[in-house]
């Protein structure tokens, strides 16, 4: 029992090792050269030879990450209030937001481009446009989906539609709000990353892009490392707030 | 947990239509003026089903007098949940009207409380918590909860005590059985001192004995706090062991097709249901159940 517990708590890290062994055992065996797939012990050297840039490329990708994550926050939960809480506006706004959606968003980079120019804008932008959607779909939902008898309990005592949404509405809507914010983080990280590669001219996106075009794949690869490590951390610090605030929804796992 | 009249009486609070309480000489006898006055009542949804003339209910007419409880029966889809929308002002009739407490009703009734089949109480909030919603939106309570918070949790807590949740006021809804979950809702209902309580279905969900042990709990809730009730509800047992009048309706269009006084003394024990004068009644009000079934088959479709 407590074997397997332990186990299952340490088993992310004994399959990335076994992974990383297999990858290198594969790359030796078959003496792949580095400039087509490099192995994982060139990949660290590359970290330790370029940890400068990377770590300062890493900070500009993950701040410019953080602005337009942030931007789809505040768009996400209003458009998401608007959305779930009339039906017009559902009506209205949701074929739309799902048509925006769709749209790829390397499409719309080169666009931003022309609008804003070469720098902060584009990543911002795209990392913006690509992450507010589940958000907003998530709240939604959330708002959408009150049981109408309790809707009825309180519409009785004479609530108002601002009533039901703060006191109900919004409550209900956190643990979709929390699921969200961690699949936005991971798509708010990819939405940067494609406006750096494309028109950046520093960060993560970049210096990967460069590392290509050199053919110094052991770098390109340690900045795609380096993205994911970023993103996966993201992804447990937001998980980590929601088993916080929102452990109600949750009772399953951590029942007392 | 006959216990006491935790809440008071139901006259004690200030309620916004509380004026019918002073008539005097209310209760007893046939009062002249009854507390709820359904006047030949029609309601269609929509204009478009107005227009066709599809009625969900039809001519409903009844009173009920000061602290009476009624019991509404009928098979599913007879238009027992629209009656407590028309009862609680949520909706209005396309025709007749509707008077309570002496007053027509033009809005949402403050002085009505529900509780229906889903216990839907919010997981994020503890069962006193629960308890208080109400009293954070219904005026004139609303205005004072944060100066009043604790008297009024002292009430609550005596309510939930009374229907036997004293101990688990501060437990999450996830941590209550079923039937537990459902003394919550009933109390939530009840918090604000209704004059009038709806139950659409209250213990549909609940095993049998769970189900006997709320019907005690409703009857002894009523003796003590007088408020009115009415019982929306598939359970002809149900009906008979608890209300003082049982309406049969019809299904779609919903009518009442029978009113049935319930003579049996109170307060009524559970054993009562196990008497020939019990078994009878219910007895009777299946067979006007069932022919409106065989009534229900002849219509062509």
Same mark, same amino acid.
């Given at each position: 029992?407590?074997?397997?517990?332990?186990?299952?708590r340490?088993?992310p890290?004994? !399959?990335?090792?076994?992974?990383?062994?297999?990858?290198?055992?594969?790359?030796?065996?078959?003496?792949?050269?580095?400039?087509?797939?490099?192995?994982?012990?060139?990949?660290?050297?590359?970290?330790?030879?370029?940890?400068?840039?990377?770590?300062?490329?890493?900070?500009?990708?993950?701040?410019?990450?953080?602005?337009?994550f942030?931007?789809?926050?505040?768009?996400?939960?209003?458009?998401?209030?608007?959305?779930?809480?009339?039906?017009?506006?559902?009506?209205?706004?949701?074929?739309?937001?799902?048509?925006?959606?769709?749209?790829?968003?390397?499409?719309?980079?080169?666009?931003?481009?022309?609008?804003?120019?070469?720098?902060?804008?584009?990543?911002?932008?795209?990392?913006?446009?690509?992450?507010?959607?589940p958000i907003?779909?998530n709240?939604?939902?959330?708002?959408?989906?009150?049981?109408?008898?309790?809707?009825?309990?309180?519409?009785?005592?004479?609530?108002?539609?601002?009533?039901?949404?703060?006191?109900?509405? !919004?409550?209900?809507?956190m643990p979709y709000f929390y699921g969200s914010l961690k699949i936005a983080i991971t798509l708010a990280?990819?939405?940067?990353?494609?406006?750096?590669?494309?028109?950046?001219?520093?960060?993560?996106?970049?210096?990967?892009?460069?590392?290509?075009?050199?053919?110094?794949?052991?770098?390109?690869?340690?900045?795609?490392?380096?993205?994911?490590?970023m993103a996966m951390a993201m992804y447990e610090f937001f998980s980590w707030i929601e088993k916080r605030t929102t452990g109600w929804a949750h009772?399953g796992s951590n029942?007392? | 947990?006959?216990?006491?009249?935790?809440?008071?009486?139901?006259?004690?609070?200030?309620?916004?239509?509380?004026?019918?309480?002073?008539?005097?000489?209310?209760?007893?006898?046939?009062?002249?003026?009854?507390?709820? =006055?359904?006047?030949?009542?029609?309601?269609?949804?929509?204009?478009?089903?107005?227009?066709?003339?599809?009625?969900?209910?039809?001519?409903?007419?009844?009173?009920?007098?000061?602290?009476?409880?009624?019991?509404?029966?009928?098979?599913?889809?007879?238009?027992?949940?629209?009656?407590?929308?028309?009862?609680?002002?949520?909706?209005?009739?396309?025709?007749?009207?509707?008077?309570?407490?002496?007053?027509?009703?033009?809005?949402?009734?403050?002085?009505?409380?529900?509780?229906?089949?889903?216990?839907?109480?919010?997981?994020?909030?503890?069962?006193? =918590?629960?308890?208080?919603?109400?009293?954070?939106?219904?005026?004139?309570?609303?205005?004072?909860?944060?100066?009043?918070?604790?008297?009024?949790?002292?009430?609550?807590?005596?309510?939930?005590?009374?229907?036997?949740?004293?101990?688990?006021?501060?437990?999450?809804?996830?941590?209550?059985?079923?039937?537990?979950?459902?003394?919550?809702?009933?109390?939530?209902? !009840?918090?604000?001192?209704?004059?009038?309580?709806?139950?659409?279905?209250?213990?549909?969900?609940? =095993?049998?004995?769970?189900?006997?042990?709320?019907?005690?709990?409703?009857?002894?809730?009523?003796?003590?706090?007088?408020?009115?009730?009415?019982?929306?509800?598939?359970?002809?047992?149900?009906?008979?062991?608890?209300? =003082?009048?049982?309406?049969?309706?019809?299904?779609?269009?919903?009518?009442?097709?029978?009113?049935?006084?319930?003579?049996?003394?109170?307060?009524?024990?559970?054993?009562?249901?196990?008497?020939?004068?019990?078994?009878?009644?219910?007895?009777?009000?299946?067979?006007?159940?069932?022919?409106?079934?065989?009534?229900?088959?002849?219509?062509?479709?």
């Amino acid at each position: 029992m407590k074997m397997s517990k332990s186990l299952e708590r340490w088993s992310p890290f004994i !399959l990335l090792a076994i992974i990383l062994l297999l990858w290198q055992f594969v790359v030796m065996l078959f003496s792949i050269p580095d400039y087509i797939f490099p192995s994982p012990w060139q990949i660290a050297q590359q970290f330790v030879e370029f940890s400068g840039p990377l770590l300062e490329a890493a900070w500009k990708t993950f701040w410019v990450t953080m602005l337009g994550f942030a931007l789809a926050i505040v768009v996400g939960v209003l458009l998401g209030f608007l959305v779930g809480s009339s039906r017009t506006a559902y009506a209205a706004l949701y074929p739309l937001l799902v048509a925006f959606n769709a749209v790829p968003k390397a499409a719309v980079v080169p666009i931003l481009v022309v609008w804003f120019g070469i720098g902060l804008g584009p990543g911002v932008l795209t990392a913006f446009l690509i992450s507010f959607f589940p958000i907003t779909v998530n709240i939604a939902t959330g708002l959408a989906t009150l049981e109408p008898e309790l809707e009825d309990v309180l519409r009785v005592l004479g609530a108002h539609r601002w009533d039901v949404l703060v006191k109900v509405g !919004l409550p209900r809507s956190m643990p979709y709000f929390y699921g969200s914010l961690k699949i936005a983080i991971t798509l708010a990280f990819v939405g940067t990353v494609l406006a750096e590669m494309t028109a950046g001219d520093s960060g993560i996106g970049y210096l990967m892009q460069t590392a290509g075009s050199q053919q110094r794949m052991p770098l390109a690869f340690a900045g795609l490392v380096t993205i994911g490590a970023m993103a996966m951390a993201m992804y447990e610090f937001f998980s980590w707030i929601e088993k916080r605030t929102t452990g109600w929804a949750h009772r399953g796992s951590n029942a007392t | 947990m006959s216990g006491g009249p935790s809440a008071g009486p139901p006259q004690a609070g200030p309620h916004p239509l509380g004026g019918s309480t002073d008539v005097p000489g209310g209760r007893g006898a046939p009062s002249p003026r009854p507390f709820v =006055d359904f006047d030949k009542v029609w309601l269609a949804y929509n204009e478009d089903l107005l227009a066709q003339g599809t009625f969900a209910v039809e001519d409903i007419s009844l009173q009920l007098q000061e602290g009476e409880f009624i019991a509404i029966v009928g098979p599913s889809g007879c238009g027992k949940s629209t009656f407590m929308k028309l009862t609680t002002g949520l909706k209005m009739p396309s025709r007749g009207s509707i008077h309570i407490g002496g007053q027509p009703v033009t809005g949402p009734l403050k002085i009505s409380g529900m509780a229906f089949q889903a216990p839907s109480l919010l997981p994020w909030r503890t069962t006193i =918590d629960n308890v208080l919603l109400p009293l954070e939106i219904v005026e004139p309570y609303r205005s004072n909860f944060k100066s009043k918070r604790r008297e009024y949790e002292a009430k609550a807590r005596d309510l939930l005590k009374s229907v036997g949740l004293g101990g688990y006021e501060d437990k999450f809804p996830w941590q209550l059985s079923g039937g537990m979950q459902q003394r919550a809702s009933i109390c939530r209902a !009840l918090v604000h001192e209704p004059k009038m309580l709806l139950l659409d279905e209250p213990f549909g969900a609940l =095993d049998a004995f769970t189900r006997e042990e709320l019907w005690c709990t409703l009857r002894d809730l009523q003796a003590a706090q007088k408020f009115n009730v009415i019982l929306v509800t598939h359970d002809l047992r149900e009906s008979v062991f608890l209300a =003082d009048t049982v309406y049969v309706m019809s299904r779609s269009p919903g009518r009442i097709v029978v009113q049935r006084q319930i003579d049996l003394p109170r307060p009524r024990d559970l054993e009562i249901t196990y008497t020939p004068a019990f078994t009878d009644i219910v007895h009777e009000l299946r067979g006007h159940i069932g022919a409106i079934r065989k009534v229900g088959v002849a219509v062509p479709q």
